[in-house]
C-alpha cells in the first residue's frame, strides 16, 4: 500500500499545526503572567534610572560602572548586593532610594537577564552581510 499525495498533504499540514501551536503556547507555560508583567516593569525602572548610561548588559551600553548582565548569580552577589549597592551608592554611583516594589521589578528584570545568558559583542566579528558569527 502506498501513501497517496492527498495522505501525505493532510499529514504534513496537521504536523504543522500542532508545531505551530507548541511554539506560540510555549513562553505561557516557561513564566507566568505575573513573572513576565514584573519583569516589564523591571526594564522601566532600569531605563528611568539611566541605568544604562553607566551600566551595561551583554556588553553593551555604559562602560563607567561594571556588566551587570550576570550579577544576579555571580557568586558572593545577587539580591542583597544588588540592595546594598542601590541603597547606599559606591564611588560614582550615587544611592537610588527605590521603593520596595520597584527593587522587586529591578532584581526581577537583572534576574531575567541573567538567566537569559550573557554576550560580549565584542567577541563576534562581523560579516560584511550584517550578520555576525564567533571569533
Known sequence: MSLQPKHIYVTLCT?????????????YFKNT???????AAGRIV???????????LYGLG???GPDLT???????KGKDFIRAMLATGIKQMP?????EKEFA????YLK???????ADPRQFKKLNTGMIEEK
Open 15 to 27: 504536523l504543522f499545526i500542532v508545531y505551530s501551536f507548541s511554539i506560540y503556547l510555549q513562553p
Open 33 to 39: 503572567v505575573a513573572d513576565t508583567d514584573a519583569i
Open 46 to 56: 532600569w531605563q528611568k534610572n539611566n541605568c544604562q548610561t553607566c551600566h551595561q
Open 62 to 64: 555604559g562602560y563607567l
Open 70 to 76: 550576570d550579577v544576579y548569580s555571580a557568586p558572593g
Open 95 to 99: 544611592p537610588f532610594h527605590l521603593s
Open 105 to 108: 521589578q529591578l532584581t526581577a
Open 112 to 118: 531575567s537577564v541573567d538567566e537569559s545568558g550573557n
